[in-house]
């Protein structure tokens, strides 16, 4: 008699309960319309088939191109920063596989992803197919989308060295911009505004995110 063994399918919808309980909610991700729009948002539609069962753990989950899916609680955090009112046109730089686009989506009018990884836009593009407010666009992550602007908020899901002012430039007067900040291979979440042609990023949390290549600065020579 042969014993065979059925693994029982992970239950993802607990994962999900858990994430929010354990992981969001006693780190300041707060807002109530967020905290939905995360309990809704199967975020195992959003990492490759063979790492589905990483996808609510509290770390990074590798993508292709060295890219990753960024922890929740920095998705989280973003987005409780943001204090959407659900009216906003938004621009999210390096949408990876989707998932911060597609929490987006459930909040705000419209969505403009850019994403400049050929098999992280065909992930998108099918994990997002039935958001009608949502375009996913390969583009050159620095240049943004100029056609569509001017945004009232601009997300970078990524930590930069630098901002660039042409995608500044693609703020709405009193827009805001939210993204992570590289400082000597630390990470913080920061926000600025665009007000009267100035513009600032200020640090507000200290959390794991991931760089994003395309916004370091260039080296300087030494001799």
């Not at 729009?37 to 195992?44: D, H, I, L, P, S």
């Not at 009267?196 to 370091?216: E, K, N, Q, S």
């Amino acid at each position: 008699m042969t014993d065979t063994h059925t693994l029982a399918p992970p239950d993802f919808a607990a994962a999900r309960r858990h994430m929010i309980e354990s992981q969001l909610r006693p780190s300041d991700v707060s807002d109530p319309v967020v905290i939905a729009a995360m309990a809704v948002t199967r975020r195992e539609d959003f990492v490759p088939a063979a790492q589905q069962h990483l996808a609510y753990i509290d770390r990074a989950v590798p993508l292709s191109g060295g890219r990753v899916l960024n922890p929740a609680l920095s998705s989280g955090l973003l987005l409780t920063r943001a204090e959407l009112s659900g009216n906003e046109k938004v621009l999210l730089i390096g949408a990876g596989t989707g998932y911060l686009a597609a929490l987006l989506a459930g909040i705000v009018a419209r969505v403009v992803a850019i994403e400049d990884n050929r098999a992280l836009v065909e992930h998108a593009s099918a994990a997002l197919g039935g958001m009608a407010n949502v375009s996913v666009i390969e583009s050159d992550l620095t240049q943004g989308h100029a056609a569509d602007a001017p945004y009232d908020l601009i997300i970078i899901d990524g930590a930069v060295q630098q901002v660039p002012d042409s995608l500044v430039a693609q703020l709405a007067e009193g827009g805001r911009l939210l993204a992570g900040v590289d400082e000597a291979g630390v990470s913080r979440l920061a926000m600025g505004r665009r007000q009267a042609g100035a513009f600032a990023l200020i640090p507000f949390a200290d959390t794991d995110i991931a760089p994003l290549a395309a916004f370091a600065r260039p080296k300087s020579y030494s001799f």
